[in-house]
């Protein structure tokens, strides 16, 4: 089913439950793990997903088409986990910035990572870099996303974008060489 | 297989843009990677995993939190808006009393002072308190107090204590 299809049922209201279990299935796994590139922990991943699709469908009636819906799912779900983030680290009394390495740090006890030596160590060079480099390593290199897409999402330009992303792998490089 | 051959021979006007068929495929599965999750599993290893079954869950999980979100919206729709009226109401009521109240209150100081100009106070005095020298007539002048002495002097002392002792019932009084 095409997206355009989709909204039209989820915009009325006899068809918008059973769209709405059609839109779920279609999209959990990717704004999954778009969320947990974000959050990082699984049980944060799991809360913010739930929250997202929860939005979504209270305010489908307010999506007008003027940007397709992944990109606009993919926001609300780049908004939604940058807020919880936000809310954490307000929580645990620390910086917006603190709170990667507190996320890295508790990564090895994690039971839900099971990266090897060199996985840990990439993630916690992606923490190292600004929130907006960050984001955009995370959507290029681990989603595989294209420019076009990001920048739809984003609401940014496709040339920010890239030197973001150029930025992001040289000082990803940069950590891997000297730690 | 005929008809496609003669169709690449005969030119029908018609024409793709250059490269099209070489690069369909790879636009297809850009387009099919946007609508389905086969990206997903060739994605670059990052070494987080999820709880079996987790997405089974997950979906369940959402549906049922929203099915109760849209039961309850059906009720609170129609609750929100008598509770808004009646706010709106309340609000109103509550406004309406504030300013009676308030304006009761300012007449009723504006009634004790600021409505009296002086020449009303004046009046007043003029009719109400007695002038100085009637008042001075309440008193006993300095005369009339020498000529009760002059009449209490011929009075035996004896009989002004027989006095006191027959018509006060506690002389002990007297020493207070």
């Keep these: ?179 | 297989m005929e008809l496609n051959k003669k169709k690449s021979k005969q030119p029908s006007g018609f024409k793709t843009p250059k490269h099209y068929f070489e690069n369909f495929e790879a636009r297809l599965i850009n387009t099919l990677d946007l609508h389905t999750n086969h990206k997903i599993k060739e994605l670059p290893a990052t070494g987080f995993k999820i709880p079996e079954a987790y997405f089974d869950d997950v979906e369940n999980k959402i549906l049922k939190q929203t099915e109760v979100k849209n039961q309850t919206k059906i009720r609170t729709l129609w609750y929100y808006k008598v509770a808004r009226i009646a706010a709106i109401l309340l609000i109103i009521i509550t406004s309406y009393s504030i300013l009676k109240v308030n304006n009761t209150n300012q007449n009723t100081k504006s009634n004790n002072f600021s409505s009296l100009n002086e020449s009303d106070i004046e009046i007043y005095i003029e009719n109400n308190i007695l002038p100085y020298s009637e008042m001075r007539n309440l008193y006993i002048t300095e005369s009339e107090l020498d000529i009760a002495e002059s009449n209490l002097q011929g009075i035996n002392q004896d009989v002004i204590l027989r006095y006191l002792d027959h018509e006060l019932e506690d002389i002990e009084l007297l020493d207070e």
């Design chain 1, 1 to 179: 089913m095409q997206d355009e299809e989709l909204v039209q049922l989820l915009q009325n209201p006899a068809k918008k439950n059973e769209a709405f279990a059609i839109l779920v299935k279609e999209y959990k796994i990717r704004l999954y793990w778009h969320i947990r590139n974000f959050v990082k922990i699984h049980e944060d991943a799991d809360d913010v997903l739930q929250n997202v699709f929860i939005k979504v469908f209270k305010n489908i009636d307010k999506f007008k088409g003027e940007s397709k819906l992944y990109s606009w799912m993919y926001r609300i779900a780049s908004n939604e986990s940058i807020t919880f983030l936000n809310k954490k680290a307000k929580k645990l009394k620390i910086s917006n910035e603190e709170i990667q390495d507190y996320i890295i740090n508790n990564l090895e006890s994690d039971v839900y990572f099971e990266g090897d030596e060199i996985q840990l160590k990439l993630q916690k060079a992606i923490a190292t870099l600004p929130e907006k480099q960050r984001i955009t390593f995370n959507m290029k290199y681990f989603q595989e996303m294209k420019y076009r897409e990001m920048a739809e999402i984003l609401n940014t330009s496709i040339g920010a974008l890239k030197s973001n992303y150029h930025h992001a792998v040289n000082k990803i490089e940069d950590y891997l060489k000297n730690n």
